[in-house]
T-cell receptor, first 115, second 118 residues
Framework: AQKITQTQPGMFVQEKEAVTLDCTYDTSDPSYGLFWYKQPSSGEMIFLIYQGSYDQQNATEGRYSLNFQKARKSANLVISASQLGDSAMYFCAMSAPAGGFKTIFGAGTRLFVKA | EAGVAQSPRYKIIEKRQSVAFWCNPISGHATLYWYQQILGQGPKLLIQFQNNGVVDDSQLPKDRFSAERLKGVDSTLKIQPAKLEDSAVYLC????????????????FGEGSRLTVL
């Protein structure tokens, strides 16, 4: 069975500083994809970044990077130079072929950026 | 490119009434998902369609929830009869389905349908 765990219900970060949001996962499928989504208070889910299980390098997208540690089954999101607009819920998600590419989500972390 | 369309955005009903939500995915997306997101929680997958076939409906409360995707395009999610605990946002998402042709399999979400059951 696949599982995503996010253990930080809420996080605070000072504007312009970096922050790491934790995510661990569990799957028996050797091929899988890991995703991070952002959900602002308006409610829409926004795709941020993707990491494939066979990718050799950590994914980066602008100020977002994914710290992928396969042996530890962790896929932490790093946001550099935090901005006030980064305040939102952040969800880690996973999909795998064995599950028909079903995408499951963690419980989320609420990030608060302080001015 | 048009995004995922959902309606209605908001619905308020009394318990034991019925409600239906509609979703039109992005053109060409084979896979369609319905998620239930209760306030403060992560999205929970209710049902996944690949074209017009069901891939996974293991978490769909089939005694009261039903969903269909006729012709492999738009989809309807119905709740009958509704319970208080069904109050949530119902998110529809679509994707190409799998990681094909360089696609990551990322999901594209609609704005959601917020249901309040009184």
């Amino acid at each position: 069975a696949q599982k995503i765990t996010q253990t930080q219900p809420g996080m605070f970060v000072q504007e312009k500083e970096a922050v790491t949001l934790d995510c661990t996962y569990d799957t028996s499928d050797p091929s899988y994809g890991l995703f991070w989504y952002k959900q602002p208070s308006s409610g829409e889910m926004i795709f941020l970044i993707y990491q494939g299980s066979y990718d050799q390098q950590n994914a980066t997208e602008g100020r977002y990077s994914l710290n992928f540690q396969k042996a530890r089954k962790s896929a932490n999101l790093v946001i550099s130079a935090s901005q006030l607009g980064d305040s939102a819920m952040y969800f880690c998600a996973m999909s795998a072929p064995a599950g028909g590419f079903k995408t499951i989500f963690g419980a989320g972390t609420r990030l608060f950026v302080k001015a | 490119e048009a995004g995922v369309a959902q309606s209605p955005r908001y619905k308020i009903i009394e318990k034991r009434q019925s409600v239906a939500f509609w979703c039109n995915p992005i053109s060409g997306h084979a896979t369609l998902y319905w998620y239930q997101q209760i306030l403060g929680q992560g999205p929970k997958l209710l049902i996944q369609f690949q074209n017009n076939g069901v891939v996974d409906d293991s978490q769909l409360p089939k005694d009261r929830f039903s969903a269909e995707r006729l012709k492999g395009v738009d989809s309807t999610l119905k709740i009958q009869p509704a319970k208080l605990e069904d109050s949530a946002v119902y998110l529809c998402a679509s994707s190409f389905g799998g990681r094909v042709g360089g696609n990551t399999g990322e999901l594209f979400f609609g704005e959601g349908s917020r249901l309040t059951v009184l």
